[in-house]
């Protein structure tokens, strides 16, 4: 058994050298997760482009879908339909769906097993306001006779892998994830993801990996844990102080898409190469050009904004392109800009 630290240095240097736990490669039923990292489900983020994007800089072993509700997908809503499409090159890729109606969540598992998907993700943690009203999401974690109904019709509509991603519960006192835990494994959950918040806290607080231990000292099928891991060292840290079979990334992708293929370099003993300006470069021209080929101006424009904010964090002089792109008219005129800010870099003028 490893000490127990937190953050520390200390604790990955010694998980390194003994020898022990080097996380490698687990399923998710028949699915092979290779490295042991998946990227976090987010809506309005984890769109097809970014899930590009991240397969190709490497690293990541499941890329998840941002959310897709089983009401608007059974009803037949082309939107949401033409949300979920993918390409080959994103596999293995999960979907997740939320609900609250068994039998409709069962229908659209169905649907996401016909799309293709490798795995189908319930969602029984997300504490968004609208999403709770419809008694889905975290809701869920409030009524586990329920939660366990959805999990088995689902798990008897697909013969795909089926998880299930959940908080620590509603709030402090009704923390119950164990519980849940234990009715996903019943109900015939190929995996569980554990956010180590309550649904009270959102965002708020540090995420309670202890509670992530926990949970994989009780199940028998695989617990990846998320939460605050921002640099491969973070991943590290879960692996060691959690048991845990895998680590699920979100905001740390958006700050640093590079996250994956460090932490899996790390976990094979070795050092990724830095990341270069020329990549960051490349990475950030590549995700908008996609954009504007295949969306329409409005909404592409719309994504950039969103994107530039994370991707520009820390870079020098980042703030000029954030303040430029709310001015900007056109996708075009906006990747001008970004070929001139990181020009400025080569020919020294960025640091005038
Ligand atoms: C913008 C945004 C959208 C999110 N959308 C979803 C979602 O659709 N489904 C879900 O299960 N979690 C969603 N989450 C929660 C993340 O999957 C993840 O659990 C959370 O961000 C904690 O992980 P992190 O600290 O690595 O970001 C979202 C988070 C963010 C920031």
Not at 68 to 92: K, N, V, Y
């Amino acid at each position: 058994m490893l000490p127990h630290f937190r953050y520390s240095r200390d604790c990955v240097e010694f998980w390194k050298h003994s020898g022990e736990g080097m996380k490698q490669a687990f399923q998710i039923g028949r699915i092979s997760v290779d490295p042991p990292l998946i990227l976090a489900p987010m809506a309005g983020i984890t769109d097809q482009y970014f899930r590009r994007i991240l397969k190709r800089i490497g690293g990541v072993g499941v890329v998840s879908m941002e959310f897709i509700s089983s009401e608007a997908l059974t009803r037949g809503s082309e939107r949401t339909r033409s949300m979920m499409q993918f390409h080959e090159d994103e596999r293995p890729l999960a979907i997740q769906i939320y609900g609250s109606d068994a039998a409709r969540m069962s229908e659209a598992a169905a649907y996401v097993q016909e799309l293709g998907a490798d795995i189908v993700d319930i969602n029984m943690g997300c504490p968004a306001n609208k999403i709770l009203k419809g008694c889905a999401g975290a809701a869920l974690m409030g009524d586990l006779e329920l939660a366990e109904g959805i999990i088995r019709a689902c798990r008897a509509r697909v013969r795909i892998p089926l998880t299930v991603k959940f908080r620590l519960g509603l709030d402090d006192e009704r923390s119950n994830y164990l519980d849940l835990g234990r009715a996903c494994e019943a109900g015939g959950a190929d995996g569980v993801a554990l956010h180590a918040r309550t649904a009270r806290q959102m965002f708020s607080g540090k995420a309670d990996w202890n509670r992530i231990r926990n949970l994989k000292e009780t199940l028998s099928i695989p617990v990846s844990g998320n939460g605050d891991i921002l640099a491969p060292e973070d991943a590290l840290a879960m692996f060691s102080e959690t048991g845990c079979d895998g680590v699920m990334i979100g905001r740390g992708a958006m700050q640093n898409p590079w996250i994956f293929r460090q932490t899996a370099a790390r976990l094979r003993d070795e050092e990724a190469p830095p990341v270069t300006l020329e990549d960051r470069r490349e990475m950030i021209l590549g995700h908008f050009r996609m954009l504007r080929d295949q969306e329409e101006e409005r909404f592409a424009l719309h994504k950039i904004r969103t994107f530039t904010g994370w991707y520009t964090h820390g870079l020098p002089k980042g703030k000029h392109l954030r303040q430029k792109i709310s001015t900007l008219p056109t996708v075009d005129a906006f990747l001008n800009e970004v070929e001139s800010f990181f020009d400025s870099f080569s020919s020294g003028t960025a640091a005038a």
